[in-house]
């Protein structure tokens, strides 16, 4: 089971770390099949929104065909929209994938690429407006962490990609494996401040 998490310029650093620390752990916990590998454009390093650098093993030609596809989110979406190799590739590589996921505004590339038609999705609540206006889905949905449709799973933003994560983890190996992982990484949420309004 290979997974391709796709960065670039000013991708939103939780969107991707947060799935990859699930997806990683899983690996590391005797799934020997599966496989999680950083793709770009060119492969060459890049920085993400807010100054990380990071280095991917791979560019579009030479990254083997996954079977799960992650696209995270970021202020960097924005001018990929419009940029036929990326949304090529996304389309390309997504046709062949047993899953295509996305954390944030990385919908926003699943919907320029054409893959979410007549889908339920969703995405960070600062961009459900800009998705609902760029068409080509079903339906956009607010107020939930992750929506499955088919093949496709949305999260909301940044942090609730880990939450999809899990849940994916899930499909593949069962709930209680998933539960094994959410207790390595200790995730637990209890936000300090959740009862203020």
Not at 33 to 53: T, Y
């Amino acid at each position: 089971m290979k997974i391709a998490f796709f960065a670039f310029e000013h991708f939103e650093e939780l969107d991707l770390v947060g799935p990859w620390e699930v997806f990683t752990m899983a690996a590391a916990m005797d799934r020997p099949d599966l496989s999680n590998v950083i793709v770009s454009p060119d492969g060459a390093p890049l920085r993400a929104s807010k100054g990380l650098e990071i280095v991917p093993q791979h560019g579009f030609g030479d990254v083997p065909q996954p079977d799960i596809l992650l696209v995270p989110g970021g202020r960097g979406v924005d001018p990929l929209l419009q940029d036929d190799a990326v949304l090529g590739w996304i389309q390309a590589t997504a046709r062949h994938c047993t899953w295509v996921t996305s954390v944030c505004s990385g919908a926003l590339l699943l919907q320029a690429a054409g893959l979410v038609k007549g889908r339920r999705i969703t995405t960070h609540w600062r961009r459900i407006q800009q998705s609902r206006e760029l068409g080509d889905v079903g339906e956009v949905l607010e107020g939930v962490r992750y929506v499955r449709d088919g093949n496709v799973v949305t999260a909301a933003g940044v942090s609730a990609g880990i939450d999809m994560a899990l849940w994916l983890v899930g499909e593949l190996y069962g709930a209680r494996f998933a539960r094994q992982v959410q207790h390595n990484i200790e995730y637990y949420p209890a936000p300090p401040y959740a009862a203020e309004t």
